[in-house]
């Protein structure tokens, strides 16, 4: 895949994120004006619902950050593989904290099918993004050593 387009997949599903977790967010303002009038709802976790909004966020900011990365490297290509290693790591990643939401405990692999897909799908994701990074580094390494001071 050439730089421009994973710089290109990269900036829409980072803008994307970004859009999705605000709308997450004037949701959130809803229950939280419930919770303030008294009526507390037991059977979602705000503080883990606002981890998700929050994961959101920094993962869409990791996106921009992995296309500039590609554009101050001058590459050409970008393994395919890494690409969508990050668009899933960021899309995924903030999941597990959307489960312990409602209740999931998504960090502990044990339990019944749903906590066990949570927590699978933690680790696949973060596994992706530190893959997705990797990949990245090793193509830019090159670049990197050549432009340092003899």
């Not at 997450?24 to 998700?52: C, D, H, Y």
């Not at 209740?103 to 066990?116: K, S």
Request: proline share 4%.
């Amino acid at each position: 895949m050439t730089a421009l387009q994973a710089s290109q997949l990269w900036l829409m599903s980072g803008a994307l994120a970004i859009v999705f977790s605000c709308l997450l967010g004037f949701a959130m303002l809803t229950l939280v004006k419930r919770v303030s009038e008294g009526n507390p709802i037991k059977s979602i976790n705000l503080r883990q619902l606002g981890a998700a909004h929050l994961d959101w966020l920094m993962l869409s900011f990791m996106l921009a950050l992995a296309s500039g990365f590609v554009q101050a490297f001058a590459l050409a290509e970008v393994p395919r593989w890494a690409v969508l290693a990050l668009v899933f790591g960021a899309w995924v990643n903030p999941l597990s904290y959307l489960f312990r939401a409602f209740g999931v405990n998504a960090f502990v692999f044990a339990g019944g099918p749903l906590q066990r897909l949570s927590s699978a799908l933690g680790g696949m994701s973060a596994s992706a993004i530190v893959a997705g990074w990797l990949g990245l580094v090793f193509q830019a390494w090159p670049v990197f050593v050549q432009g340092l001071p003899a």
